[in-house]
């Protein structure tokens, strides 16, 4: 199956600084990345669909200032948290769509932990 | 999919019985369903998946089935293992790629 990687797989940082999160295809193109955030024992909820090449859109509630995303080719976009706080603590994964078997299934990351103190 | 909050439903199973998980879906326009397990502080991992023109589809030791009427999916994994302990996610797709997460429920299998 296609495989998508994340890095950091987790990261600690002090609130008020701003942290990148890489989510990258590594064995097909992907014009379009999908980030979620996944609090402890809750599901996961869409923050945002990167788009290569354009603008990302975001899900009504999430700022699109704090949570800068940027698609800069077909197989890499970006999360930056930035001047995180302790509420932003959380998992986000990120996930891409694969024309694999025929059937546009996403395939997700490992995920990326972020602990902000 | 049902939204449990902080507090996500178990299936407590013995090992080598078969297990049965449940969904609702709320979306009527959702045209495709996909299965994810998911391990502790990992991402979701796909199992299987149906498009709404199925009500039926298997795959080693799982079947998923749909009911399109009542909009609810569920997950059969036979003769469980103890590898199958995860917490399990339906989601659900409509226009676009974008998936709607079920609210999981965590299976949790006794040796």
């Known amino acids: 199956g296609a495989v998508v990687s994340q890095h950091p797989s987790w990261v600690i940082c002090k609130s008020g600084t701003s942290v990148k999160i890489e989510c990258r295809s590594l064995?097909?193109?992907?014009?379009?990345m999908f980030w979620y955030r996944q609090f402890p024992k809750q599901s996961l909820m869409l923050m945002a669909t990167?788009?290569?090449?354009?603008?990302?859109?975001?899900e009504q509630g999430v700022e699109k200032d704090k949570f800068l995303i940027n698609h800069a080719s077909l197989t890499l976009s970006t999360l930056t948290v930035t001047s995180a706080h302790p509420e932003d603590s959380s998992f986000y994964i990120c996930?891409?769509?694969?024309?694999?078997?025929?059937?546009?299934?996403?395939?997700f990351g490992p995920g990326t932990r972020l602990t902000v103190l | 999919g049902e939204s449990v909050g902080l507090h996500l439903p178990t299936l407590s199973v013995q090992e080598g019985d078969n297990s049965i998980i449940n969904c609702a879906y709320s979306?009527?326009?959702?045209?495709?369903f996909i299965w994810y397990k998911q391990e502790s502080g990992k991402g979701p991992q796909f199992i299987i998946d149906?498009?709404?023109?199925?009500d039926k589809r298997q795959g080693q030791r799982v079947t998923v089935l749909l009911n399109k009427t009542v909009k609810h999916l569920s997950l059969q994994i036979a003769a469980t293992q103890p590898g199958d302990s995860a917490v399990y996610f339906c989601?659900?797709?409509?226009?676009?790629?974008?998936?709607?997460f079920g609210g999981g429920t965590r299976v949790l299998v006794k040796p």
């Open positions: 996930s891409a769509p694969s024309l694999t078997g025929g059937l546009d299934t996403q395939y």
């Open positions: 990167s788009n290569e090449g354009s603008k990302a859109t975001y």
């Open positions: 149906i498009r709404s023109n199925m």
């Open positions: 989601a659900e797709k409509a226009a676009g790629n974008k998936l709607t």
């Open positions: 064995d097909f193109q992907a014009t379009t």
């Open positions: 979306n009527s326009a959702s045209d495709y």
